[in-house]
């Protein structure tokens, strides 16, 4: 069974760092792209990060861009998401996600950002929660 496990989420201060990890069982995770979501209360589920399978190349959500790092470590099969500089806004659940095919589907907004669906990706792993105090 291809499963998917976030770890890493906490309480913490302004300004500070946590590292968010995602662990793949049932699959290998450089057989997939990864990518990472998060919900804030009361909003929708919004893309992150996100990791190409085949050349490794990532990509950012502009608010994380700069402060927010994704790597893999396929020995491990771990995906992780370095994130620094945290600010209140960064609260939420964080969710990683696999997808078989070998790039990020990146879209770009209308305000130039970038931006991937949700429903590009068909394996889900339980979120944790950051909670990033003022």
């Known amino acids: 069974e291809v499963q998917l496990q976030a770890s890493g989420g906490g309480l913490v201060q302004a300004g500070g760092s946590l590292r968010l990890s995602c662990t793949a069982s049932g699959f290998t995770s450089d057989d997939y792209q990864i990518g990472w979501f998060r919900q804030a209360p009361g909003k929708e589920r919004e893309w992150v990060s996100c990791?190409?399978?085949?050349?490794?190349?990532?990509y950012y959500k502009e608010s994380a861009k700069g402060r927010f790092t994704i790597s893999r470590d396929n020995a491990k099969k771990t995906v992780y998401l370095q994130m620094a500089y945290l600010k209140p806004e960064d609260t939420a659940v964080y969710y990683c996600?696999?997808?078989?095919?070998?790039?990020?589907?990146?879209?770009?907004?209308?305000?130039?950002?970038?931006?991937?669906?949700?429903?590009?990706?068909?394996?889900w792993g339980r979120g944790t929660l950051v909670t990033v105090s003022s």
């Open positions: 996600a696999a997808d078989k095919r070998e790039l990020c589907r990146v879209l770009i907004t209308p305000d130039l950002d970038l931006d991937i669906r949700s429903e590009e990706y068909d394996t």
């Open positions: 990791i190409n399978r085949a050349d490794g190349r990532v």
